[in-house]
């Protein structure tokens, strides 16, 4: 059973930095292709950033330049550096994990991903 839990959500101003984290447990971690996806109120939940198992990365439009997604496979987990934050980007944070067997496959589709953690909130004000 994959297990993914998050943290370093919170309550921030507006352009300041915030550094998300997931763990990964219970699955072979240097085999999943990882993502970042958010859900603000109301809204539906769109993707943030990706990282492949060999450490290709991509990203939304909307955090291009702001944020960075890194993985550390001896540890399992999956970080995502928020830099400059904005008031639109609160939101549930959530990451997610697929088994791939192609190194270089990132997803950007949520439906793309099997194991799922349980969020942490960003707020940020203006």
């Known amino acids: 059973q994959v297990h993914m839990v998050e943290s370093g959500g919170g309550s921030v101003q507006a352009g300041d930095s915030l550094r998300l984290s997931c763990a990964a447990s219970g699955g072979p971690f240097n085999r999943f292709a990882m993502g970042w996806f958010r859900q603000a109120p109301g809204k539906e939940r769109e993707f943030v950033a990706a990282?492949?198992?060999?450490?290709?990365?991509t990203y939304a439009d909307s955090v291009k330049g702001r944020c960075t997604i890194s993985r550390d496979n001896a540890k399992n987990t999956v970080d995502l550096q928020m830099n400059t934050v904005k008031p639109e980007d609160t939101a549930v944070y959530l990451c997610a994990a697929v088994l791939t067997d192609y190194s270089g496959s990132y997803f950007r589709n949520q439906w793309s991903y099997d194991y799922w953690g349980q969020g942490t909130q960003v707020t940020v004000s203006s």
């Open positions: 990282i492949s198992r060999g450490g290709a990365t």
